[in-house]
Each structure stands twice: as structure tokens, then as C-alpha cells.
């Protein structure tokens, strides 16, 4: 399984960002997603995951403010990002888990500053 994200960048605090993630290889329906994200001298931590059923889950710091969505005819997971604050700046790294295995893209940098 290969992924790709996009749609990082720079946003002030209160804006609105969406990373998108495609992936190929692999049986994209079968596998659950996720957004994981490191801010600098932290350690990797979930954002928020969607099943292969489409059942969702946020960390506690992002409910209410980010959406995770997939579309299985695009083989793509999108995040919608709102509400963003200094401290939701990291890197995100896509993440997809099949047959106990998981698979990692290269991050995309969200940076929120005025």
C-alpha cells in the first residue's frame, strides 16, 4: 500500500485546512484509515481514524473541530481541518492498516501562526 498526502501549509488560527490522502495498492475498502500527526520533540499521535465500515474516532483535542472522511471509489481520506489553533501545528502522516500490517505515508506540514 502506497499514500500520498497533500494540502498542508500555512494557516492562521481559526482557518480552515483539508489534507487529502490517496493510496493505492492493496483493497482500499478493506482498510481502516487514519491521520496521525507529530508536532516538533513530540511523540506521533492519533488525530482521528475511520474504519473500513466508516466508523469514526477523534482524539479528544480535535473532536468537534476535524472531520475524517473516505471515499472507497477514489481510494481517499480526506481531513477536514477547522477551528485550527498554534497547537495543531505538525507534521501529518496518512496511515492505513490492513491484515495487521501498516503502512505509513510521508508527512504534510500544517503550520498555524498569525
Known amino acids: 500500500v502506497q499514500l500520498q498526502a497533500s494540502g498542508g501549509g500555512l494557516v492562521q488560527p481559526g482557518g480552515s485546512l483539508r489534507l487529502s490522502c490517496a493510496a493505492s495498492?492493496?483493497?482500499?475498502?478493506?482498510?481502516?484509515m487514519a491521520w496521525y500527526r507529530q508536532a516538533p520533540g513530540k511523540q506521533r499521535e492519533l488525530v482521528a481514524g475511520?474504519?473500513?465500515?466508516?466508523?469514526?474516532n477523534y482524539a479528544d483535542s480535535v473532536q468537534g473541530r476535524f472531520t475524517i472522511s473516505r471515499d472507497n471509489s477514489k481510494n481517499t481520506v480526506d481531513l477536514q481541518m477547522n477551528s485550527l489553533k498554534p497547537e495543531d501545528t505538525a507534521v501529518y502522516f496518512c496511515?492505513?492498516?490492513?491484515?495487521?500490517?501498516?503502512?505509513w505515508g510521508k508527512g504534510t506540514l500544517v503550520t498555524v501562526s498569525s
Open positions: 496511515n492505513a492498516r490492513t491484515m495487521g500490517m501498516d503502512y
Open positions: 495498492g492493496g483493497i482500499f475498502s478493506r482498510n481502516a
Open positions: 475511520i474504519s473500513s465500515g466508516g466508523s469514526t
